[in-house]
T-cell receptor, first 114, second 112 residues
């Protein structure tokens, strides 16, 4: 069972369009992270959201953490080809077995064409 | 400041063989985590090393093993390779367990 469900799985849009991708779970989290992974690279941390209802902005990217801290969304305004990549959400699992492991969703693969 | 580096970049092996992947952590980082990313999937946690000791392990069989050296670089060893081991193997380092993890570019392993 996947802890984090991401949707949509794939998204292909044209430059200038807006989009929203989602990360959902039935579990409550103390925090949630969003990463972007470009082809041939490892994931790069974009943001960490901590408080229920929190909204964080990173240039044209807006991240929101659900009030109940079970879900999150990423909205991109006026997408550009440079936004192309795999967007992953992740939570930190902290216990005696896993140390401080990151649990990732399957990701949303975004393609922005000129 | 040098980031996380991994070697080799690509590797092709056949079923039953053994493989060793290497990771150099970012300067000052004493924690290394390894992840397996199959095609179309998110990374899956394999294990974490902190100051040369295993600090946590995911749901991977014992044929996946690791080491961390005094300079905090790390190796991932996989014995008796299976076709399903074909994946991108990512290494990430952090200042301490629980701190932000910085990922390397990965090693692409293909098992034929």
């Amino acid at each position: 069972t996947q802890l984090l469900e991401q949707s949509p799985q794939f998204l292909s849009i044209q430059e200038g369009e807006n989009l929203t991708v989602y990360c959902n779970s039935s579990s409550v989290f103390s925090s949630l992270q969003w990463y972007r992974q470009e082809p041939g690279e490892g994931p790069v941390l974009l943001v960490t959201v901590v408080t229920g209802g929190e909204v964080k902005k990173l240039k044209r990217l807006t991240f929101q953490f659900g009030d109940a801290r079970k879900d999150s969304s990423l909205h991109i305004t006026a997408a550009q080809p440079g936004d192309t990549g795999l967007y992953l959400c992740a939570v930190v699992a902290s216990n005696s077995n896993s140390g401080y492991a990151l649990n990732f969703g399957k990701g949303t693969s975004l393609l922005v064409t000129p | 400041e040098t980031g996380v580096t991994q070697s080799p970049t690509h590797l092709i092996k056949t079923r039953g063989q053994q493989v060793t992947l290497r990771c150099s952590s970012q300067s000052g980082h004493n924690t290394v985590s390894w992840y397996q990313q199959a095609l179309g999937q998110g990374p899956q946690f394999i294990f974490q090393y902190y100051r040369e000791e295993e600090n946590g392990r995911g749901n991977f069989p014992p044929r996946f093993s690791g080491l961390q050296f005094p300079n905090y670089s790390s190796e991932l060893n996989v014995n008796a390779l299976e076709l399903d081991d074909s994946a991108l193997y990512l290494c990430a380092s952090s200042l301490q367990p629980g701190n932000e993890q910085f990922f390397g570019p990965g090693t692409r392993l293909t098992v034929l």
